[in-house]
């Protein structure tokens, strides 16, 4: 597709880059957070779980995105239960420290729950629950939602190790130094778990779906969608296999390395830079 190779940048931003380029205005620190890609296998490949966000948010208002947010003090917490690679391996795997690992995991599987409903652990290292629509779990949700309950302390209520092995690392993403808000974004993805259901029980999103990847991708570049350059991009990677366990398999053997898009220059148009790993793709549309 014309121009989300080469995205179009408005002429505001053009100039608050300029300016940050030349040291004359200070970007705003990003914050770390997590999203997860959750998927589940369709007659034409993988499907995705979409939310699409409040015209009322103050970032990416209208947009759709995957379950995710930003990691919360309490997801740092050394003694949650965890099955599944050791946090050394997650560092690895995702580029950081170990701590910031352990934290970036919490919050992957804590948001997935709290946006989703969904919820990847289980009571022992090769289970998964089964069933989270109860009057129960909600609050429990809940509570998570609003800061009242930690993730460790809701996983020891609840007799329940975290299921790392469910999620695979994908890419990262940083928001480019223009935007009022910025976020240091860590990509996983995920299967949806066996006998559970999604629920439309997001605080920030004003309608959710499951729609085939690359239908996503049709969407957006017809008009009918919106997105971020990162999420289209994650939807037309992932819609190039042909199961959600082709995905997953990939993942296995994917360290990620934060990107931040930048302003160019093309021709007498300002664009926003795209990882090469996506060009071919992006040039086959």
């Known amino acids: 597709m014309p121009g989300l190779s080469r995205m179009p940048v408005p002429q505001h931003f053009v100039?608050?880059?300029h300016a940050y380029a030349a040291g004359e205005a200070t970007p705003v620190e990003p914050r770390n957070a997590a999203t997860v890609v959750l998927m589940r296998d369709g007659t034409s490949g993988p499907e995705v779980y979409l939310l699409r966000r409040?015209?009322?948010m103050a970032f990416a208002a209208d947009m759709c995105v995957f379950p995710g947010g930003g990691v919360d003090p309490r997801d740092f917490a050394e003694d949650v239960a965890w099955?599944?690679?050791?946090?050394e391996s997650w560092a690895t795997m995702l580029g950081c420290e170990p701590a910031l690992a352990r934290a970036l995991v919490c919050a992957a599987v804590?948001?997935?729950f709290e946006e989703s409903g969904v919820l990847l652990a289980g009571s022992s290292a090769d289970t998964v629950v089964s069933d989270t629509t109860g009057d129960?779990?909600?609050?429990?949700?809940?509570?998570?939602e609003s800061n009242e309950l930690s993730m460790s302390d809701f996983l020891v209520r609840r007799g329940l190790v975290l299921r790392?092995?469910?999620?695979?690392?994908?890419?990262?993403?940083?928001?480019p130094v223009f935007e009022p808000k910025r976020y240091r974004t860590w990509v996983f993805v995920a299967s949806m778990p066996h006998g559970q259901a999604t629920r439309d029980v997001s605080t920030e999103s004003s309608e959710v779906t499951w729609v085939p990847a690359m239908s996503a991708v049709s969407a957006v570049e017809q008009g009918e969608m919106m997105m971020l350059p990162p999420t289209y991009l994650t939807?037309?990677?992932?819609?190039?296999?042909?199961t959600v366990a082709g995905v997953l398999e990939e993942a296995t053997s994917r360290t990620v390395e934060m990107f931040?898009?930048?302003?160019?220059?093309?021709?007498?148009?300002?664009?926003?830079?795209?990882?090469?790993?996506?060009?071919?793709?992006?040039?086959?549309?």
């Open 136 to 144: 129960d779990w909600e609050a429990d949700r809940v509570a998570l």
């Open 164 to 175: 790392t092995d469910l999620l695979g690392a994908w890419s990262g993403w940083l928001t």
């Open 15 to 17: 100039d608050q880059a």
């Open 110 to 112: 804590r948001e997935t």
């Open 260 to 285: 931040t898009p930048e302003v160019t220059a093309a021709g007498d148009d300002f664009v926003l830079s795209t990882p090469p790993a996506y060009e071919a793709l992006l040039d086959s549309r």
């Open 83 to 87: 099955a599944g690679p050791s946090v």
């Open 235 to 242: 939807c037309l990677e992932i819609g190039q296999r042909s």
């Open 54 to 56: 409040h015209l009322s």
